[in-house]
């Protein structure tokens, strides 16, 4: 079935960028929207950005928007987040989540989303 598997994440200077990577294996390709979320420790899992299936939406949290893009690639089943600008309150593990197949619209939702990788850290120092 699904597999997600998150990289790009490491430790990064504040105003610095980094480009998160959401690679999709074990499935044929789908019409799935896809997103990522972020949990700093001690705190509730938030919305960052989210994609639909064609690409043509994306949707942004205030907090990210601007700086952050999310993108992706069909050929590779790929999902990306690049992110400018990094504050130190952009700390926390990076989630990509996925939509199942025929969801093609995105959401800020995380009970929108079906199947989730394990994360990757991002660490913005001051």
């Known amino acids: 079935q699904v597999q997600l598997l998150e990289s790009g994440g490491g430790l990064v200077q504040a105003g610095g960028s980094l480009r998160l990577s959401c690679a999709a294996s074990?499935?044929?390709?789908?019409?799935?929207?896809m997103a990522w979320f972020r949990q700093a420790p001690g705190k509730e899992r938030e919305f960052v950005a989210a994609?639909?299936?064609?690409?043509?939406?994306?949707y942004y949290a205030d907090s990210v928007k601007v700086r952050f893009t999310i993108s992706r690639d069909y050929a590779k089943n790929t999902v990306y987040l690049q992110m400018n600008s990094l504050k130190p309150e952009d700390t926390a593990v990076y989630y990509c989540?996925?939509?199942?197949?025929?969801?093609?619209?995105?959401?800020?939702?995380?009970?929108?989303?079906?199947?989730w990788g394990q994360g990757t850290q991002v660490t913005v120092s001051s």
């Open positions: 994609i639909s299936w064609s690409g043509g939406s994306t």
């Open positions: 074990g499935r044929t390709f789908s019409r799935n929207a």
């Open positions: 989540a996925s939509r199942k197949s025929n969801n093609v619209l995105p959401s800020s939702s995380s009970r929108s989303y079906d199947y």
